[in-house]
């Protein structure tokens, strides 16, 4: 019988609809509830492509036993973090505190004043490697509220006040300068892996926010370090199994140093991200391969993760049914055995995909995929000493094994559209779509923005987090829906000159001022009216995607530039003192506070293209302003001041002329403007270009 998720819109809430478990949404009427039948509350926080909740789902929320003890002693809240990163900031930030360790499924006990007092994460069904029973963990908490509520309500008021007191003091910190940044490049440097690429152990995340600084420090001080860094990592990750080899796109993370065998969920997030990294590293070297991985991974968002309405889709499953065993197992889409490989390509292609994809008799990794097909399966990769193949020979079996692959059990999505990593991804299509001159991923960039207006957007230009099919949610847009949404406006703005990107920017910065700004300039997660929690979530720091704090920091900065504005740019100065404590502690945490402050310390740059829209010069200088590798530049390209009076939706057009006659630019930083152009290959020396 269905619980009360069952008229949700979240896909993981769904997934657990039908469980014996009587689950809550979050909602006042659930803690109401603990307190008229003086029980405790227990939060289940975690999101529908995790494997760990599908694990700890089918071990204990599937199970009878486990549901009725649950259903008895406690009020069950299920929440899906990507639809309440709010919520799930906050009680994580309480399980680190308490256990130096986070991660999903988070399990939480709280009081019905939602005052946490008990955490932890998987728990499984029985006793092992030193973790309690789930059912052990639910008795000795029943235990020690029945038994000790004194003590427990203590513990719950005690860590509530402990988290007000991480109160963050940023503001007065100052502007991150050349000094800082230096420091940051230095910390980086040594937690680099030079033999694997990427930072620090197993398990090893794509490092996208760090990317995109180190590529922005080269291009502001020429530093090859920083340079090598980042092309390694790339193309140590593009050779791995983290990367899919097939149909393109990354994997959330790799479970080992190398980067072989990933962890399978495919995340928007971390698509979108690293999709603008291999391009913008295309833009700094030439590279081959990374065009390649830019391309192939916005195709495979496009192909994938892209909804009918014009959206893209949060995920795709790490699990799905094994062909053979008929199993649901992690990975099962995507692994290989040698024999896979001949039945679908013959002995002579099969062996040549082997050696080329590093495809062993034994098998790359064992676990769950490996067993369910009786071991020898593979993650296909790149070996740097794979043989030497004809590239269309290489691309043929490609098409056969990617046809084979798509005949088996795929990968559950999760359909629902969140608004800040659909601003990611229209900011990543937008510029490959340009620089690699795809029209069609810029009309894929567009569609997108187009749903965040009329889906998302209210009538106050106040952004709801989620959709699903068409229909928003309920949820209430969190800063990083604000400034990655706005970050994904500029961009397209940039590259199409169409204006009114610039202009729904300008809504949603200037909300970011208003209801997500403290007095001293740093940044609160959630706005000043919305829903009250223990505590009012507050991260500077990255996770698997920028921190609201500084995606807001950025758009500020980019809208500033374009517009002129210096209380945008005053803001976005105080919101980046905390570049300047962090950065040189930990700059793994806070890349992408650090790509702003490149861009600050750069100007950043302004450039306005002058011209008629259907003059081929006018088009060359525009491709040229938009592969300069000043950090953070910002492109205005539009009719000249003769032709509409006044520059247009677009401040930085406004008094620009062509000069000759000509289509002409004009680049400008730190108030000082270099002289008009009409050269593309000067206006490449006035922005950095290396040209591919």
Known sequence: MPNRLANETSPYLLQHAGNPVDWWPWSPEAFAEARERGVPVLLSVGYSSCHWCHV????????????????????????DREERPDIDAVYMEAVQAATGQGGWPMT?????????????????????????????????????????????????????????????DYGKAGVPGPEELGQALLGLTREYDAARGGFGGAPKFPPSMVLEFLLRHHARTGSEGALQMAADTCEAMARGGIYDQLGGGFARYSVDREWVVPHFEKMLYDNALLCRVYAHLWRATGSDLARRVALETADFMVRELRTEQGGFASALDADSEDPDSGEHVEGAYYAWTSAQLREVLGEEDGDLAAAYFGVTEEGTFGGDVSRAAGGGKSVLQLPQDGPVVDAARVAGIRQRLLAARDRRPAPGRDDKVVAAWNGLAIAALAECGAYFERPDLVERATEAADLLVRVHMDGRARL?????????????????????????????????????????????????????????????????????????????????????????????????AHTGSEAHRTAAERALGVVHALGPRVP???????????????????????????????AALHRTALLGTAPGAVVAVGLPRAADGSGGEFPLLAERTLVRDLPTAYVCRHFVCARPTTDPVELAEQLGVVRP
Do not use: C
């Open 56 to 79: 700890m789902a089918n071990e204990s929320f599937e199970d009878e036993l486990s549901a009725a003890y649950m259903n008895e002693h406690f009020v069950n809240i299920k929440v």
């Open 108 to 168: 939480v006990f709280l009081t019905a004043d939602a005052e946490p007092f008990y955490f932890g994460t998987y728990f499984p069904p029985e006793p092992r490697h030193g973790m309690p029973s789930f059912m052990q963990v639910l008795e000795g908490v029943r235990t020690a509220w029945e038994g000790r509520r004194e003590e427990v309500d203590e513990v719950a008021q005690k860590i509530v006040r402990d988290l007000a007191g991480r109160q963050l």
């Open 588 to 618: 793994r945490f806070i890349g992408h506070g650090l790509s702003v402050a490149e861009a600050l310390l750069d100007g950043p740059r302004e450039v306005a293209v002058v011209g008629h829209p259907e003059d081929p010069d006018r």
């Open 464 to 560: 709801a987090r989620t959709s699903r099919d068409g229909q928003v949610g309920a949820n209430a847009g969190v800063l990083e829906d604000y400034g990655d949404v706005a970050d994904g406006f500029l961009a397209l703005a940039s590259v199409t000159g169409e204006g009114v990107w610039l202009e729904f920017a300008g809504f949603l910065v200037d909300l970011v001022l208003d209801r997500f700004t403290a007095e001293d300039g740093s940044l609160y997660d959630t706005a000043h009216d919305a829903e009250q929690l223990i505590r009012r979530p507050q991260d500077p720091t990255d996770t698997a995607a920028p921190s609201g704090w500084t995606a807001a920091a950025g758009a500020l900065l980019s809208y500033a």
